[in-house]
């Protein structure tokens, strides 16, 4: 069993790798991030989980030479991507393939091309999700406290923090501190391809950024 992806397929899609451009696109091919950081990579799995203890990523081939991963493609290098998701796979490329295997064909320069340069830039932003943040204020949770827990009423320290909280009004909505709307994503793409004679070229440039939509520290 093989699938195909063209590259008008992919090269619209705004990820960090291209491997975020396949998730929906090929059936029984799953596609997660690796965690929720931004710009974090994407892991790969093609008809589910092959082993449990070992590597359960597929073999990656790029131009007809194996590559540990992907993240370093840009969208806009694709050709085609197929997917080889059964034995037939493995008949190919022997034990490495028993997850399956991710063959990627990138763009060349095309025969007697004068040289063409293309350079694609992409901008977007990331919102929260319109939840309520309906949170205690700190007068709220000195009353939570003491209500769970009454012996509070004769501890000193909690007692003047009590007081303190209540006489200057002190509070924290510590989601608007913590949170942020708007952050900025973007990519830019550039490359130059032709061919002169017998050589055909093709050299590419990429740069993606993307804040998180929570504050670090430090």
Known sequence: SVSSVSAKDVEGFQTS???GALGGQIAGVQIT???????????IS??????????????????????????YLSNSDIESIQVLKDASSSAIYGARAANGVVYITTK?????????????????????????????????FIQF????????????????????IEKYGLSMDWADYVLRDNTPTYSVDA????????????????????????????
């Open 46 to 71: 093609i008809r589910g989980v092959g082993t449990l203890t070992g590597d359960a990523s597929p073999l990656y081939i790029v131009d007809g030479f194996e590559v540990s991963d992907i993240d």
């Open 191 to 218: 490359n130059i391809s032709g061919a002169s004679g017998s050589t055909n070229y093709y050299i590419s440039a990429g740069h993606f950024d993307q804040e998180g939509t929570s504050y670090q520290s430090g």
């Open 33 to 43: 991030s690796t965690d929720g950081t931004p710009g974090a990579g994407f892991n």
């Open 17 to 19: 790798s291209i491997a």
């Open 145 to 164: 406290k003491l209500m769970c827990d009454p012996s509070l009423a004769t501890n000193p320290q909690f007692m003047a923090d009590k007081a303190r």
């Open 108 to 140: 060349k320069g095309k025969t007697s091309e004068k040289a063409n340069i293309t350079i694609r830039g992409q901008y977007g932003i990331s919102q929260l999700p319109d939840f309520k943040k309906d949170m205690m204020n700190a007068q709220e």
